[in-house]
């Protein structure tokens, strides 16, 4: 997917820049990062994956980031 099919998803909402990143150049970053991400929120962990999702969720805010 490409930044301009990236837009027409969001239709002028605005995205996060590591998301347009992620889509843009996916076999440079996105492939990779999507991997690691993935296995943070969704490997082995005392936490439940909904804690997890919590957890990023609120961090963002905190960072002023859209999650």
Do not use: N
């Amino acid at each position: 997917m490409r930044l301009k099919d990236v837009e027409q998803i969001h239709k002028g909402a605005p995205g996060s820049d590591i998301g347009r990143i992620m889509a843009y150049h996916p076999e440079l970053f996105g492939a990779s990062f999507g991997a690691c991400i993935q296995q943070f929120l969704r490997g082995p962990s005392d936490w439940t994956v909904g804690e997890r999702e919590l957890f990023a969720s609120f961090t963002a805010s905190r960072l002023h980031c859209v999650y």
